[in-house]
């Protein structure tokens, strides 16, 4: 690990704040991925499963020819050795890689993370902040990942006695920035916090194709009316959701079967420390909200979902017909 020795209060636009009040922040270290990652999961589950249907087809016909031999058996074991492996997916997707939540209490002076067995609660004042580097190898190559490492260090001994990862990604939007709003609200005054984007934990699909990760950022933000809306945007909008409708057809189902974040009996409901703020409360000045998908882009959206269906379920059919022909 490195000391982060430098960060800085600045508008921050990642998400991971899940709510806030004068006296607490609850943060997630990681959200953008998440559920994308438990789509493309999902997506493999369902290619799985129609291999599975390709090797009963094949089963089925080898059988008539002559009888069920040695190759026959080969590939009814080849397909049911898919059995487990589909379980395992589909409970990755249902119970595992859930957020864990972390709270600055700036009224105790403690940060705690809500994990999976229980929760870890370290005192502010001895910890340190610290960057891992951490190289995760995918189908598309290796890559870097920043991790925020939050330690308590012993102030005699300087050994590490507990650790917490509060941000994944890169070094300044995970380090720097992270560990400057950390620490602004844990030891400033809030007028001192910059801006910063709430965590929007119930969207509707339409927010949710918003916000994927298939969906290209530029994209994005018009749908959600941040940014002007034009033609050529409609029209991109409509190849981006009809070239990655799979994926993001996994992700929203992903999304629903999937469980929510720890500790939620005694957190949540989430946003109800920001939305027992008073109107003129300085942080709800300072915070931004996904807003609703535009008109434009919802009338988009619908089409080439529409189209969407209709294409795949062709292409799906295609080579459906050709590998059973």
């Not at 990755?92 to 700036?106: D, K, Q």
């Not at 933000?221 to 993001?248: D, I, K, Y």
């Not at 882009?297 to 080579?319: E, M, P, T």
Request: hydrophobic share 50%; proline share 3%; with cysteine.
């Amino acid at each position: 690990m490195y000391p982060l020795l430098h960060w800085r209060v600045e508008d921050v636009d990642a998400e991971f704040v899940m709510d806030i009040n004068d006296e607490e922040l609850v943060v997630a270290s990681d959200v953008t991925l998440l559920s994308g990652g438990k789509g493309g999961v999902l997506w493999m589950m369902c290619v799985v499963l129609l291999m599975d249907l390709f090797f009963i087809h094949l089963l089925i016909e080898m059988t008539s020819w002559g009888g069920f031999g040695v190759v026959e058996f080969f590939v009814a074991a080849v397909g049911l050795s898919s059995i487990p492996l589909c379980i395992w997916m589909f409970r990755s997707v249902r119970y595992r890689g859930r957020i864990e939540p972390i709270v600055f209490n700036s009224v105790l002076g403690t940060v705690s993370h809500y994990g999976e067995d229980r929760v870890r609660t370290i005192d502010w004042n001895r910890v340190k902040p610290f960057i891992r580097i951490v190289r995760v190898v995918g189908a598309a190559g290796g890559a870097q990942v920043q991790l925020l490492v939050l330690a308590d260090v012993d102030e005699v001994s300087g050994r590490v006695k507990a650790e917490i990862v509060a941000g994944r990604g890169g070094l300044i939007t995970a380090g720097a920035l992270r560990y400057g709003f950390f620490k602004t609200f844990m030891d400033g005054t809030l007028e001192e916090l910059p801006r910063f984007r709430l965590i929007s934990v119930n969207l509707d699909w339409m927010q949710r194709m918003a916000i994927s990760v298939w969906t290209v950022p530029a994209l994005r933000w018009r749908w959600l009316g941040e940014r002007r809306w034009s033609p050529w945007v409609g029209l991109a909008s409509f190849f981006n959701t009809l070239a990655a409708f799979p994926l993001l057809m996994a992700e929203l189902i992903a999304s629903r079967i999937s469980l929510g974040p720890r500790g939620e009996s005694s957190l949540g409901p989430w946003h109800k420390r920001f939305d027992a703020l008073a109107p003129d409360a300085v942080l709800r000045e300072r915070a931004r909200h996904h807003g609703d998908v535009v008109v434009e882009a919802k009338r988009c959206l619908l089409s080439s979902v529409a189209i969407g269906c209709v294409f795949w379920l062709v292409v799906l059919v295609f080579f459906g017909v050709v590998l059973t022909s």
